[in-house]
């Protein structure tokens, strides 16, 4: 019992957040992680084994040798930080777990402003065409610089800054659309047969505003875009401004939601669930459980409807799976994205991070997430004319007016 408690104490210290990476059309990776304290891997500075440790280093024998012998043959100049990082990297992907990473040090500030939902730039998600080998505007973001401008889903760039780019140079071109804020990008869109030129000045882009509204029959609609710092903040405000309106009850829309801070959709929960229900369950590599229970009072007290879909994960698959355990919400859509382990971030000293699979979590019944997903009670398919599920018409949205026949 001792060491339960010593185990749940000191990962209470850390802050739990999902980062959301858009990396095909409409697929979204997304990792839950532990932020530690620096962790020190430098302790003989610039040799690949130090910083490859094991307890039997005469696996890493060869890789010493093989650099030993570049340094002494090899005709040009070797970039010794990116031969470590490389090594680093091949090392912890031969582990084939998606959500274990390692972070090379000049990639760590963009990774660390994304893990809480901002950074600079003008606000567009973007995919690789596989077809014609371009860059495609799959979205803008709401509210952003680039929707602002008039970029539109389906857009196609042709260069930034004029410089031209391929599908294949997608994440050099994303590293140029972003910027220091104020500063200006300018694009070069190809919209069906016609060239335009934009001139977008960055801006701070929040990835996670929450949309809200008032539907016939007094029913109130919260959309979640992410979940970010201050979310469950907005979501509370949000709800409050409907409640002002005489809402009877309540749509949370979670689709497309990759995730986000841990804490904010538990406490998005916490509103909802009695006081000292389970919420959700963590289980470590010893077996060892940790439980987080709803703290507070209800606020939300009417019937709900939680809209979810294939691309719903982490965060969302822990607020859906909370609600439906307690019967406290109706789940409609379609099954969730199954993403149910959390990783550990350690912030290097040596200026980079490596993110580690450490534990896996579960609804409050223990319902395994992790490559299954959450089952909606109500399955409903968008009709076959939607393309793209991030720009549904209310008219297409088969799945958002079952979600207002269930609460007519």
């Known amino acids: 019992m001792e060491e339960e408690n010593e185990y749940s104490r000191k990962h209470r210290i850390y802050k739990t957040i999902m980062l959301v990476l858009l ?5 979204f990776i997304l990792t839950t992680v532990y932020v530690t304290d620096k962790y020190d891997l430098n302790s003989e500075e610039g040799k690949i084994s130090s910083l490859l440790s094991s307890d039997n280093k005469n696996n890493l024998k060869s890789l ?4 030993k012998i570049l340094d002494e043959y090899y ?3 070797i970039d010794k930080q990116k031969a470590i990082d490389t090594a680093i990297m091949g090392y912890v992907a031969s582990l084939g777990d998606p959500y274990t990473e390692y972070i090379p040090k000049e990639d760590m500030e963009e990774y660390t402003e994304s893990l809480m939902g901002n950074y600079v ?9 596989t077809e014609k080998n371009v860059i495609e505007v799959l979205a803008p973001i709401r509210f952003s610089p680039a929707e602002e401008a008039g970029i539109l889903p389906g857009d196609i760039i042709l260069s930034v800054n004029g410089v031209e780019y391929s599908g294949d140079d997608m994440t050099l071109a994303s590293n140029v659309i972003k910027g220091e804020e104020g500063s200006t990008v300018e694009l070069e869109i190809l919209r069906g047969a016609e060239k335009l030129h934009f001139e977008i000045i960055r801006k701070k882009i929040t990835t996670n505003p929450i949309i809200s509204e008032e539907l016939e029959n007094n029913i109130g609609y919260i959309q979640i875009s992410s979940f970010d710092e201050g979310t469950a903040e907005s979501f509370k405000n949000k709800f409050q401004e409907l409640q002002g309106k005489g809402i009877k009850s309540l749509i949370i829309d979670l689709r497309n939601n990759g995730g986000g801070i841990v804490e904010e959709a538990l406490e998005i929960a916490d509103y909802i669930v009695p006081k000292g229900e389970k919420l959700l369950i963590t289980v470590n590599k010893e077996e060892e459980e940790k439980i987080e229970y709803a703290e507070q009072d209800v606020m939300i007290d009417m019937p709900i409807v939680v809209l979810v879909n294939e691309n719903s994960a982490s965060s969302s698959e822990i607020l859906a799976g909370a609600l439906k355990d307690l019967g406290e919400a109706t789940i409609v859509g ?3 994205y199954g993403k149910g382990v959390i990783q550990q971030f350690l912030a290097l000293r040596n200026g980079s991070g490596l993110k580690i699979t450490i534990e896996e979590y579960y609804t409050p019944n223990k319902t395994k997430i992790n490559g299954v997903g959450i089952e909606p009670h109500e399955t409903v398919e968008l009709p076959d004319t939607v393309e793209n599920p991030l720009l549904v018409t209310e008219e297409e949205d088969t799945q958002l007016q079952k979600a207002i026949e269930l609460l007519k």
């Open 64 to 67: 010493e040798n093989i650099q």
């Open 75 to 77: 005709l040009y100049d």
């Open 334 to 336: 379609k099954k969730t």
């Open 121 to 129: 730039g003008i606000g567009i998600y973007m995919v690789k065409n």
């Open 23 to 27: 990396t095909a059309f409409l697929t």
